[in-house]
């Protein structure tokens, strides 16, 4: 079945020592979107990739990096994950000429120690 | 404002009855609208489509106004597997992501 798979399910890592968590699909969808989401509130949008080009939010600490070697993959790259970054890292999908609608994996859970 | 407003709840309601969630946006562009529910510990999936004349999926009925801003989800019969929590989304229009709102917690009581 097409889908967006998420690696790992689970991640845990210690205060400062660097983190990447791995989005891949099979829906061939040019865009993608890393989101952060901490307990009762919203998933927050982090960058997006509309096809090759990245798009950061503003408010989207230096901290967190991206990489998109490919239309199937995703990267998200924490270089200093502090105790605030724990949070359920969502990766999402969608046709370019569809935005509306995102497919999203099933979420990394991290947790800093 | 926030870009898009819920009662973030929870309700917690018996088996059965109905229950209606409120969602109010803040761009008066905004182009369209959805809601997306989201299990515990689990990623939100997109429950339904809202359009302007409004739209019925099942015990599902969603409604728009346009000139208040204002979104609504209205559960009948509910069930237990009915409790999530409830994400209100607006599309701004363009290539702009969606905007989520916090969501509203339900939880279905036998």
């Known amino acids: 079945d097409a889908m967006v798979i998420q690696n790992p399910r689970y991640q845990v890592t210690q205060f400062g020592k660097p983190v990447t968590l791995s989005c891949s699909q099979t829906?061939?969808?040019?865009?993608m979107y890393w989101y952060q989401q901490k307990s009762s509130q919203a998933p927050k949008l982090l960058f997006h990739y509309y096809d090759k080009d990245f798009n950061n939010e503003a408010d989207t600490p230096d901290n967190f990096q991206s990489r998109r070697p490919n239309t199937s993959f995703c990267f998200l790259d924490i270089r200093s994950p502090g105790l605030g970054d724990a949070a359920m890292y969502l990766c999402a999908t969608s046709l370019g000429s569809r935005p509306e609608t995102q497919y999203f994996g099933p979420g990394t859970r991290l947790l800093v120690l | 404002r926030k870009e898009v407003e819920q009662d973030p709840g929870p309700f917690n309601v018996p088996e059965g009855a109905t229950v209606a969630f409120n969602c109010t946006y803040s761009?008066?562009?905004?182009?369209?609208f959805f809601w997306y529910r989201q299990d515990c510990r689990k990623e939100p999936k997109l429950l339904m489509s809202v359009y302007s004349s409004g739209n019925e999926d099942g015990r599902f009925t969603a409604q728009l106004n346009r000139a208040s801003q204002y979104i609504s989800l209205l559960i009948r019969d509910s069930k237990l597997s009915d409790s999530a929590t409830y994400l209100c989304v607006v599309n701004v229009g363009g290539n702009t992501p969606l905007v989520f709102g916090k969501g509203t917690r339900l939880s279905v009581i036998a």
């Open positions: 761009n008066s562009a905004s182009q369209s």
């Open positions: 829906l061939n969808h040019n865009v």
